[in-house]
């Protein structure tokens, strides 16, 4: 009996033989981020070769790399980037509806345009309370100087709490220790947890540089999820779901065309000047020395 990584290991023609492990790690992936059906015990039914070739030239598709229907370097390396961990794809049927390279909604909305957020945990000296609070009313105003949202911290019980918390933290989806997955989110829904957004502790996070894992970046995708967006194959999207770098200065920060019309789609355009969803001005980031106090 073929099991599938022995079929996904005759798709890989690299020179470099890839051993069982990195093949069925490879089958994780697709598995975790919805390339593939979640094995099911009851039919025990087999991959075919042919759908694990279309669930890698989907992958491929996705991330915009060739669509060669092998694990090739560069697709295995896509799977090795930092990402939200949230899967691509959500339900069988969807893999037909994503012909256009576009965004994706979730199927919830919030029927209130008036949303409360809160943060619970902060994250570890790389970057301070103020700071973490004002790039989280950023990344909150980058959705709603667009559309009708409001959003107002409160102290008390919030629709979107925010978190920082590390490896198995209660909810079913473990963290993964410094890089890998990044950040997820609760879709909008009626459950205590619905609209909540964890970053994983155990990454190094910062605000606008080169080394570390850009907090308003990730914020800004989170909470397209946690308004009711789904991961975007478009080129250029918040919304993708591989980490891509700094966006810039945060009260500078405009989306992207494609999350544009994705949010809107959900809940309008903005009718008053979108200047008036912004929060203070950003907190001038101290600077803190390496070997500096911890308290903050
Ligand atoms: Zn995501
Ligand atoms: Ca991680």
């Known amino acids: ?29 697709l598995t975790r981020y919805g390339y593939l059906p979640a094995p099911d015990p009851y039919s025990a039914q087999q991959q075919t070769l042919e759908g694990l070739r279309a669930s890698v030239r989907s992958m ?8 060669t229907g092998e694990l090739d370097d560069e697709t295995v390396q896509m799977m090795q980037r930092p990402r939200c961990s949230l899967p691509d794809i959500i339900g069988t049927s969807e893999l037909m509806r994503r012909r256009r390279k576009r965004y994706a909604l979730v199927g919830t909305v919030w029927e209130k345009k008036e949303l409360t957020w809160r943060l619970d945990t902060f994250p570890a ?30 102290q008390g019980e919030a629709d979107l ?7 198995s933290h209660g909810d079913g989806y473990p963290f993964d220790g410094p890089g890998g997955t990044l ?21 190094t996070w910062t605000y606008n540089k080169d080394e570390g894992t850009d907090l308003f970046a990730v914020a800004v995708h989170e909470f397209g999820h946690s308004l009711g967006l789904s ?7 918040i919304m993708r779901p591989y980490y891509q ?3 810039g200065n945060p009260s500078k920060y405009r989306l992207p065309p494609d999350d544009l019309e994705g949010i809107q789609a959900l809940y309008g355009k903005r009718v008053s000047s979108p200047g008036a969803a912004l929060p203070p001005p950003m907190p001038t980031q101290r600077v803190i020395p390496p070997h500096g106090p911890t308290h903050l």
């Open 125 to 154: 000296a790389s970057l301070t309370r103020d700071t973490t609070r004002a790039l989280i009313g950023y990344a909150l105003a980058a959705w709603g100087q667009e559309t009708a949202l409001s959003f107002t911290e409160t």
């Open 245 to 247: 770098g700094t966006v």
């Open 183 to 203: 950040g997820h989110a609760f879709f909008p829904g009626v459950g205590p947890i619905a609209g909540d957004t964890h970053m994983d502790a155990d990454e």
């Open 1 to 29: 009996m073929l099991t599938a990584w022995m079929l996904l290991g005759s798709l890989v023609l690299s020179e470099a033989k890839p051993t069982a492990r990195d093949i069925s790690k490879g089958v994780d992936w």
């Open 60 to 67: 491929q598709r996705f991330a915009g790399i060739p669509e």
């Open 231 to 237: 991961h975007s194959s478009a080129e250029l999207s």
């Open 161 to 167: 709490r925010v978190g920082f918390v590390g490896g």
